[in-house]
């Protein structure tokens, strides 16, 4: 799995993959393949999702934080 990629990068190529399969453009033969690379972006995008989110939640925290208001009076 490629940890690399963007979370842009990854979403787009997941919704090639679903439309492909929507579409019927891929052969039983592809399938199998197609399947296990969605799953290896889905993994990508969930990571990044929940990094993003620890990310946001630390700084509100901190932005929250009662030692920063006595700091600035």
Do not use: H
Not at 58 to 68: A, F, H, T, V
């Amino acid at each position: 799995m490629s940890d690399n990629l963007s979370y842009t990068t990854a979403f787009e190529e997941l919704q090639k993959i679903v439309s492909e399969i929507e579409q019927g453009k891929i052969s039983v033969d592809e399938l199998s393949e197609k399947v296990k690379r969605a799953a290896q972006l889905i993994k990508v995008c969930k990571s990044k999702l929940t990094s993003t989110e620890e990310d946001v939640n630390k700084i509100l925290k901190e932005l929250d934080s009662p030692g920063d208001e006595e700091q600035q009076s």
